[in-house]
Every structure is written in C-alpha cells, then in structure tokens.
C-alpha cells in the first residue's frame, strides 16, 4: 500500500529521488490503503482497501465519492443497449458522465508533472536523468545530453538549450549621425569604424556631458550597443583619479520626443575603456542617441559607437536517445519546460512530437500550456499523441519551433505510456 502527502521537501538527490518516487507510486495505486490520505486535493483517488471499493473527491473536496467495488470489472462492449433504458450505457448517447473521471486521472497526471518540474528546476545544480517513477527520459539537462540539437547551442552555465541569436551590427554608413558632439574629428567619428581613436581624432564636447546617435530613417530596433572612448584618455579628458561614466540609450521617432529604452548606473572607467550592454523592450524607432556622462574632466570623447539589431533565430529540432518501453502503447503523454525569448503560440511556434519506434515516425502531439511553475520563469507544456498506428517499444520525442522564434529549452519532465 502507497499512500503520500503530495509534497515533495528539499533534500538531497537520493533523497528527492525517493519522495518522487513514493508520490508517483502512490498516484499509481490510487493513494491505495484502509484509511483515507491525508491531506486530500480536489479530484483525488482513494482506493480504499478497508471498504474494498474506488473513490474520489469532490470537486469542492468536502466529501469522497463511492465509484463501485474494486473487484468489478470496467465497462466492455456488452454493457452498451442499442437503445432505451437496458445496459449502463446506451448506444445512441455520448457517453457524457464518464467525463469527470477522464478528467481526474488527467488532474493526477499534472499535479505529479507539476510536482517533478518544480523539483527538476530546484535542483539544477545536481544532473536529473533518466526515468523517475512513471516518468521516463527525465533530464534536467545538466550536461550537453541530447542526441539531437539541431539549430540550437547548449547553455552549459544554465543547463539549456536554445535557438537565440546574436545580435547583428546595424552597418555603420547606414542612417545620418545626430547629435551634440561635434568638435575634434565630429559626429561621423564615431562611426567610422575605427575602435582606436586619439582624442584629436574622436567626437568630443567641451561638457560632461554628451549626446550622439543616428537617424535611421524609419522604425529599426536596436537589440544591443557598443561604445568607446579615445585610446588616451577613454571617455573623459581627465588624466588621472577614479573616472565613472553612466550610459542612456533613448529611442524617438520624431527626433524630438524621447523614450528610455537603456540606462546604466555609473560605471568605473579608465583610459581607452569600452562599455557594452543589451537593449530590452523589442521597441522600434527611427532615432537613437546614446547620452555619455562623466564625473571628471572638462571634455567627454566618443571614438565610436555601434547600435545591433536582434539576430533572427533559427528553427531547432532537439530530440534524446531513446528509452525501451514495453510493446502495445497506444498514446504518449509528456511534460517538458521552455522559457520563451520571444512571444510565442503553442501548436504554431512550438511542437512536439512522439514516437514508439526510436524516432522512425513521429506523431504529432497536442500541446497545451499548463502555465509558469512557481518562480521558476519556465512554462509547463503537456503533450499527448496518439500513436497507435506506430509499432515497436523505443520511446522517444522531437521537440521543435517554428517561424523563427526563439525559446529556452530548460527541462523535459518526462514521458508516460498509455495502454
């Protein structure tokens, strides 16, 4: 008999291992025992040994409710009547009452996949792979694990795959310089192309303080900037003393109402510095400036600047090796984790895909999206494919994107067979 409070506690891998694998065999026994579970959850099976008989919760989780002896067998063809009032069931209805209890060991089946995701995620720092419970090719992706990862770069550092690119430097000749820092060598300096100017040679102004940009012409938007100060003196023209220097970038598309889009705190700063940093948003405008403030120096240098637009992400495909189930399954039901970059649509910009025959064939699953697991910032997507027109026992999945959008693919919870 397995009985369990559905709350796995912080522990160390064996340890996490073993609660996970005593919640999902009680879930597979039906929370099985002569005394009811405690705590209970809406929707909850009880297989109460004592009584003999299979009993659920009540949506509202006030009361059990009796389902009929376990020694009973399920409903077989010959339970239907053509009609009228016979059998339990009638073969000119829709079988309609029978849904409450689909949905409950569906309802199990998310809760012990919510369960595990929010485990997987905790304990990144330790490799998860292989089958948990129910649960096979289970893989918190701690190591470069996968055996396909087409059009994707595995993160070691946080243990995921994804398709983001690099941002792309907009061509420096492209759109009109602006800006206020016309002495020395002028706005057209700093984007000249040369990353190693004297102060004689740089965009400069006799202040603090100094603006410089482009006019693009039309809505372009700028993922990323580069920025750099004379090879002397960087972007200040005192020569000595602790120098700091904060970065704003601003967006406009009239070239005279401005929008933050980037702003740095002070940054240390010595001779021939330069500073980078990613533009968030996703926010297009025609005009960009980059306002450089100084804290010494009487003259602020700008030997040149370089605005980046977002890379475009290529479509990936990521699939593992395979796992030996038993033969005869006839759906898939799987639960992995993404964290999008960009906006994205389940079905559309991201699919799976499930196979019985080792990667042969493929069915494609429905998806659904179950939603952020706690404060992990990753969604849970639950998969389920028919793939009763598949024969053999090597489980496998490919998960995909599509129309170039670009995702984080953080955890696969794993995958259950359904006879």
């Not at 403030?293 to 605005?307: K, P, R, W, Y």
Request: hydrophobic content about 40%; aromatic content about 8%.
């Amino acid at each position: 008999m397995a009985q369990h409070d559905m709350n796995v506690a912080d522990g160390s891998g064996a340890v996490v291992r073993s609660d996970l694998n005593g919640a999902l065999e009680a879930l597979a026994t039906c929370q099985m025992g002569a005394s009811a579970p405690s705590p209970t959850w809406p929707l909850m099976w009880w297989g109460d040994t004592g009584n003999g008989v299979l009993k659920q919760r009540n949506v509202s989780n006030t009361a059990w409710i009796d389902h009929g002896s376990v020694a009973e067998r399920l409903l077989r063809a010959g339970d239907i009547a053509d009609g009228g009032s016979a059998g339990l069931l009638r073969a000119d209805g829709d079988g309609s009452g029978l849904v409450g209890i689909l949905a409950g060991d569906q309802v199990a089946r998310d809760m012990a996949a919510s369960a595990l995701a929010w485990q997987m995620a905790q304990s990144d720092a330790t490799a998860l792979a292989g089958p948990v419970g129910l649960f096979k090719l289970a893989d918190n992706f701690q190591s470069n694990s996968l055996a396909t990862s087409l059009g994707a770069t595995y993160d070691d550092a946080n243990g995921w795959y994804s398709n983001e690119a690099s941002p792309v430097l907009i061509p420096q000749g492209a759109g009109t310089p602006i800006g206020d820092m016309t002495s020395n060598g002028g706005l057209a300096a700093a984007f000249d192309g040369d990353t190693s100017e004297t102060e004689a040679n740089c965009a400069a102004i006799a202040s603090a303080t100094g603006k410089i940009g482009k006019n693009y012409g039309s809505a372009t938007e700028v993922a990323y900037f580069k920025v750099w100060g004379s090879n002397a003196y960087g972007f200040s023209s005192a020569i000595s003393g602790t120098k700091t220097a904060t970065f704003v970038v601003e967006g406009s598309n009239d070239g005279s109402s401005w929008t933050s889009v980037y702003s740095s705190g002070p940054q240390i700063v010595g001779n021939n510095p330069s500073f980078e940093a990613a533009v968030p948003g996703g926010a297009s405008y025609a005009y960009y400036r980059l306002t450089v403030s100084v804290s010494a120096g009487t003259t602020t240098f700008v030997g040149e600047l370089q605005f980046f637009e977002p890379g475009t992400p290529n479509n990936m495909t990521l699939r593992p090796f395979p796992a030996t189930i038993s033969p005869g399954t006839q759906n898939i039901l799987a639960y992995f984790m993404v964290e999008a970059v960009d906006s994205i649509t389940v079905g559309t910009d991201l699919l799976a895909k499930l196979s019985i025959d080792g990667g042969s064939t493929f069915s494609t699953a429905a998806l659904e999206d179950l939603g952020v697991v706690g404060s992990t910032g990753a969604n849970l997507i639950r998969a389920l494919a028919d793939v009763s027109g598949q024969s053999g026992a090597s489980m496998s999945y490919s998960v995909e994107t599509a129309n170039n959008k670009a995702l984080r693919y953080t955890e696969f919870v794993g995958e259950v067979e359904l006879y």
